[in-house]
Structures are given as structure tokens and as C-alpha cells.
């Protein structure tokens, strides 16, 4: 069985299967706009080529940027790195080992100048991931643009800024929910009066793909925040065609080919129907606009290169599906940052896909096929169904807040993750035709402490030369307007940046107000066991762990931590639902850790073993340190590690201490097993080594 759990699949379609699909005769550009929002689609212009990129510095990534428009690019994608995203400056305590790391590193709008240096900012689209610190960073980029000598209301672009998506999956929050939707609202409510070309929102669904949803809960959950959004916008008096006409629209594409196609047409009826529901009268507020990125969770480090295949095929499913632009992920993103060779071969897929394959000659190839039509209804069914759902449970905020959102995309996470290690799910050179060894390509190596000694002499400089009279009222200025709700956030933040503020000033001073949000990490009992009952593999696994228990009387115990502000948790999750189910106590630690307060909180939870799950580059500053740290606290605990880790970083790795390195495609069964070799090997025991 392969990722088919959108809707019930036959072997069969026919003429029947279309008996009660409304919308037969409705031609593309035309409600409810299933074959695509525009008439003409991809003949007379086909979808824009939009690589996400951004790493190490503005000057690195600046490069990047002018290479991508030398070549033909017509929009760009900034990813920008964890501090920024989650509010600190450069040269802050909690952002030593991340800087630079998964993103460029944006500290004030000097930073944002030399990004955009050489860049025509009024005729090239710029689309920024941010959405915790959104203020800030959307500040810096008006401010730099304007003080580049470009019009604020001609600048083309989309700000993402959906902030309930960080509280179901990514977890680049700063501030609480509510606060968290003032700044979202405040900045479409300037963009709409300052930037009518900007687009003031992209909910997305792709990170909630990446974290566990199948298409039609990705679909429902994605409507429902951007229901909400617009309903509060609407209440503070926003018109509502313009709110719509300003949304775009960001969703994954993985594997199952039909119903990505299927789930991207659905997305369009449903968005139409909710318009026009809500009263807007213009076409364009009824059209749902989309930025599409190939999945990221269909990549393997098993034969990497296989890769290339499946993105391919993705990337066909998003075209098919109408979208206005388009990601094609490095086959090599499985095992680090994407080498040179490896970017430039995902964007040419794009361009074969464009220029050699004839995909653009025809409107919507796939309307009035049996297949995707009654997949398009169904999909609409069974997207209405969660939406009822989400509405029982009080709203979509009533639904996160309860932690039945981040139950139901951690039950699928443990599913797919469950079928893939039993070869329920085949993925070739995973589970199926495997071959002993794994191809790695060149790597994009950032060196994450030079760039951070020269954003911290950066950060020196522009607080030397500015005047601090003038950043103090503004900052108290951002304060104030949050204190009190009086005022526009964005309109304020702006002012700050305006005067030489950094990112993590105008965080702080928001922090004045509000404080920073601190949510649990948990997994769910049986998620992982209900999908593997029966299979002998796992039932090896659950008896060695079976095996210690009954040599020590108790279960082991391991303290599962994440380190710096990668706050991706699905495999965290995964691994400890799954070690759980195997007979192990886990206990996940708390998000955005440093080392040694991950290390205090390991120790206290006295340990057998210690995990570390990284997936966002930081492993080779983070992890020796968090070593030292257990060992000033006199706990020997081993320490193992998961995620993504070049091999070329595994020597120095084991030469700090960690006993074994799990990569990404490695079954959960195996790991228990060897988890549990690992401490019959050395031995250790709580009594010995981690009591004083």
C-alpha cells in the first residue's frame, strides 16, 4: 500500500462514479475554479519557478538570488534561519550554534540591504517563509526596500505570516496564540492599506504534510486557519473581497500521484464555495492562488539519487494540480543542505518539465477524467467531514489548544513511519531492493561560527553608529502599542527597524508585554504498536526490550531531547511513541533547549540513555556540548543521536562520545534493539552512574 489514504481508491473508474460532481461543465477560470483559476493556465505563461534558498549570511545568499535571475528565475524564496525565525539576534545566547545553519541569518535592515542588493524589487516577487517573527523581518524588508529607492505599494511578493500552522507543526512560535493573531492581523491590515501587491498571508498546508496529515486533513487543516484568520480580519472591519484577493495558498505534494492532483483541485472548490459564502463579489477573492513544494518527507538516504524520480513525479502531480508557482526539492536533502549540482538539477527538472515535456500545451489536461473528477469530490467530502470535526471541537483554536490537532497529525507520522518499516509501504532502496551502500553528494557546508563572528560584528557596528535615544522611543514606542492594543504593530515595528533596530530588540521589546510561549512536547500511547501488531520484526524489537526489563526490574529509561531552535518534531515524536509502544520509558524534553539546560533536564529524569534528534545542521556544535555538560554533571549516561548527519561528520562525533548514530531511514525496530545492545554492552545502570 502505498500513500493512498485521501480517499477510497478503486481499480476501476467509470461514468458513474461522476453522477453527483456539481461542477462538470464549469470551465477553467470559471467557479468553482477546479480546472485552474485562469482561463488560458500554463499556455500563455506557465507557473513560476520558485526555489526556496537561503544560508549563511545576506552576501552568500545575495549571490544565489542574482545567479537564480541571471538564469531565468522569475520569483524568489527566502528561507531564512532559526534565530530569525524565532526572534534573536545573531549574537544571543540560544542562537550560538544555529546562525546561518538552515537559512540565511538576518539581524537588522542592513542585513536585508546587502540581501537584496541588485535585486528589482518592484519587478521580481519576493515569497519569505516567516511567520513568528514576522514584525521584525517584514519590517526590515520594506524599510530596505524603500530606503533602496523602490515604492512600498509596487512591491510583488507574499509574506507567509500564518502563524496557527506553527502551533500545529513547525513550532517557530515566539509569543502565545492570541497575541501571536494580533501580529498576525495587524500585518494584513497594513499591507492592504501600504501594499496592495503584496499578498498579507499563505496558509499552508505543507507543514502540516511534513508533520504527519494525509491530503485531507493537510486540506482541512490549512481551510480552517485560513477561515479563522479571516474571520477575525473580517470582525476588525477588513473588507472581505480584498482579505481573499490578498491570501495565497502553500500546500505539499507527495507520492500519491492522483490525489496530490485531486487534493489541489479540491482546495480551489472548497476556497471558492467558503468566498462565496462569506458575501465577496470579485472572481479573484474567490480563486485560490498557490505556491506548491514537493515533499520533503518522500526523500530518503537510502539511494538518495532515487530521489530525483520521486520529485520528478511530484512535481508532474503539483502542474497537473494548477499551480502558480513551484519548489522541486534536492535529491540530496535527505542527507544535509543541498549541494550545487544537486539545486541546480531540481530547478532544470522545472524547466524539462516547461520546455521539453509539452506539459504547458494543454488547460487542465486531467478535467472530465473519470479518475480525478469523482478523487476531486470525494476529497471535497471528506475535507468537509474534518471541518465538521474541527467545528465540534469548538474551532480550529479550541482544536489546538485541546491537542487534538497535534494528536492527529502524530497518529499519521507513526502510521506512514509503521508501514514504511514493515514494507507495508514500499519505498524502493528503503525497504524494497536495497543495496548495501548510499550514494552522498557534494555538500553546501556552512561554516555556522564565522558567519555568526561576522553578524555579531555586524550587530556591533550598526548599535555603535545609530542613535540609541531614537531606538529606545521607538522600541518603547512597539511596547506600548502592544500594551495597550492601540495602534498598528506592523506600522511601529517599522519605525524601530527605521531607526537601527535589530530583530531580536523589537522581539524583546514585544517580550515586554508578552511572554515568550513554552509548549510541552508529548507522544501518544499505542500510536506506534496498533500499526505494527502482528509483525514479527517488532515483536523482536518489544522482546529484547522485554529481556532487560526482566534483568533490571524496571523499564529503561531514556530522556529524548532536541537541542537549539530546530523546533521540527516529528521524529522526536515518532521515536518516542515508538520506543514507548516497545516497552521503554521516554521522556521528551523540552523544545529550543541549549545544552546545558537540556543536560539539567536529562539528569533529571535519570536516565539510562540519552537521544538526540537533529535534523537542522547544528549536531556538530550542539552535541559535544551537550556531552560536556552531562559529564559536569557527573551522568554517564550514553548518548546516542538521529536525524540527519553527514557521514563525514560521524568520526568527530564518535570521538565525543556518542555511542551510535541512527540515520533517517533507519526502522524504529532496529533501533530499540540496538538501544537496548547499547546498555547491555556497557553495563551501566542509574545506581552507578547517575546518582550523587
Request: proline share 3%; aromatic share 6%.
Amino acid at each position: 500500500m502505498n500513500e493512498r489514504t485521501m480517499a477510497p481508491r478503486k481499480a476501476l473508474y467509470t461514468q458513474t462514479d461522476l453522477a453527483d460532481v456539481p461542477w462538470l461543465d464549469a470551465r477553467p477560470g470559471e467557479y468553482p475554479f477546479q480546472r485552474g483559476i485562469h482561463a488560458t493556465m500554463y499556455t500563455q505563461r506557465p507557473w513560476t519557478i520558485r526555489q526556496y534558498t537561503g544560508y549563511a549570511d545576506a552576501a552568500a545568499s545575495n549571490l544565489a538570488y542574482r545567479d537564480a535571475l541571471e538564469r531565468g528565475a522569475k520569483g524568489l524564496s527566502v528561507a531564512f534561519d532559526l534565530p530569525t525565525h524565532r526572534g534573536y539576534d545573531s549574537d544571543h545566547d540560544h542562537a550560538a550554534a544555529d546562525v546561518g545553519m538552515a537559512g540565511v541569518a538576518i539581524d537588522s535592515v542592513e542585513d536585508m540591504k546587502r540581501l537584496f542588493d541588485g535585486v528589482a524589487l518592484d519587478e521580481v516577487s519576493v515569497s519569505m517563509t516567516m511567520s513568528g517573527a514576522v514584525l521584525p523581518v517584514l519590517a526590515a524588508f520594506i524599510v530596505a526596500a524603500e530606503e533602496s529607492g523602490f515604492d512600498a505599494a509596487q512591491l510583488r511578493g507574499t509574506i507567509q505570516n500564518d502563524i496557527l500552522k506553527e502551533f500545529m507543526a513547525r513550532n517557530a512560535y515566539i509569543f502565545a496564540p492570541d497575541p501571536s493573531l494580533r501580529i498576525a492581523t495587524d500585518v494584513v491590515h497594513y499591507l492592504l492599506a501600504h501594499l496592495p501587491r503584496f499578498n498579507a498571508m499563505s496558509v499552508s498546508g505543507y507543514h502540516l504534510h511534513e508533520a504527519g496529515a494525509d491530503g485531507a486533513l493537510e486540506l482541512a487543516l490549512t481551510l480552517a486557519n485560513a477561515r479563522e484568520y479571516v474571520r477575525r480580519l473580517v470582525e476588525q472591519g477588513a473588507d472581505a473581497d480584498r482579505v481573499c484577493a490578498q491570501l495565497s495558498f502553500f500546500f505539499a505534494v507527495g507520492r500519491d500521484f492522483y490525489g496530490e492532483i485531486a487534493k489541489l483541485r479540491a482546495a480551489r472548490v472548497m476556497w471558492a464555495e467558503f468566498a462565496q459564502a462569506l458575501g465577496v463579489r470579485s472572481a479573484r477573492a474567490m480563486q485560490l492562488r498557490m505556491h506548491c513544494q514537493t515533499a520533503g518527507s518522500s526523500l530518503h538516504a537510502q539511494r538518495a539519487q532515487n530521489n530525483v524520480v520521486r520529485t520528478t513525479v511530484e512535481a508532474m502531480a503539483a502542474v497537473f494540480g494548477g499551480t502558480q508557482s513551484l519548489h522541486t526539492n534536492a535529491w540530496d536533502e535527505a542527507l544535509s543542505l543541498p549541494g550545487a549540482a544537486a539545486a541546480t538539477l531540481a530547478r532544470d527538472t522545472q524547466l524539462i518539465l516547461q520546455h521539453e515535456m509539452g506539459l504547458c500545451d494543454v488547460v487542465d489536461p486531467w478535467g472530465g477524467s473519470y479518475l480525478i473528477e469523482a478523487l476531486t469530490a470525494r476529497m471535497v467530502e471528506g475535507v468537509k467531514a474534518l471541518l465538521a470535526e474541527i467545528d465540534h471541537q469548538g474551532g480550529v483554536i479550541a482544536a489546538i489548544e485541546s491537542g487534538w490537532v497535534q494528536a492527529r497529525l502524530h497518529r499519521g507520522a507513526a502510521r506512514t513511519q509503521a508501514q514504511m518499516d514493515s514494507g507495508e509501504r514500499v519505498v524502493v532502496g528503503v525497504n524494497h531492493c536495497r543495496e548495501a551502500h548510499s550514494t552522498e553528494s557534494e555538500r553546501l557546508e556552512v561554516d555556522g561560527r564565522m558567519v555568526r563572528a561576522m553578524q555579531v560584528e555586524r550587530l556591533r557596528h550598526i548599535k555603535s553608529t545609530r542613535n540609541a535615544p531614537r531606538v529606545d522611543t521607538a522600541l518603547d514606542a512597539l511596547a506600548q502599542c502592544a500594551s495597550t492594543g492601540k495602534g498598528n504593530l506592523l506600522a511601529a515595528t517599522i519605525d524601530a527597524i527605521r531607526a537601527r533596530a535589530t530583530v531580536g530588540e523589537c522581539t524583546a521589546a514585544l517580550e515586554r508585554v508578552w511572554p515568550r510561549w513554552h509548549a510541552a512536547l508529548t507522544s501518544e500511547a499505542s500510536a506506534w504498536s496498533e500499526a505494527r501488531e502482528g509483525d514479527a520484526a517488532w515483536r523482536a524489537a518489544q522482546d529484547a526490550v522485554s529481556h532487560w526489563c526482566a534483568a533490571y526490574g524496571r523499564k529503561p529509561r531514556m530522556a529524548l531531547v532536541k537541542l537549539g531552535q530546530d523546533g521540527h518534531d516529528r521524529g522526536a515524536r515518532v521515536v518516542a511513541a515508538a520506543l514507548g509502544d516497545a516497552g521503554f520509558e521516554v521522556s521528551l524534553g523540552p523544545l529550543f533547549a541549549t545544552p546545558h539546560e537540556a543536560a539539567a533536564w536529562a539528569y533529571s529524569r535519570e536516565p539510562d540513555i540519552v537521544g538526540v534528534s537533529t535534523l537542522a545542521g547544528a549536531h556538530a556544535t550542539l552535541v559535544p556540548a551537550l556531552l560536556g555538560a552531562l559529564r559536569e554533571r557527573g551522568c554517564g549516561a550514553p548518548v546516542v543521536l538521529g536525524g540527519i548527519v553527514p557521514t563525514a561528520h560521524h568520526e568527530s562525533l564518535f570521538t565525543c562520545g556518542v555511542l551510535k548514530i541512527f540515520g533517517p531511514d533507519t526502522p524504529l525496530g532496529q533501533i530499540a534493539q540496538d538501544v537496548v545492545g547499547i546498555l547491555n554492552e556497557v553495563e551501566w545502570s542509574l545506581r552507578d552512574c547517575c546518582t550523587s
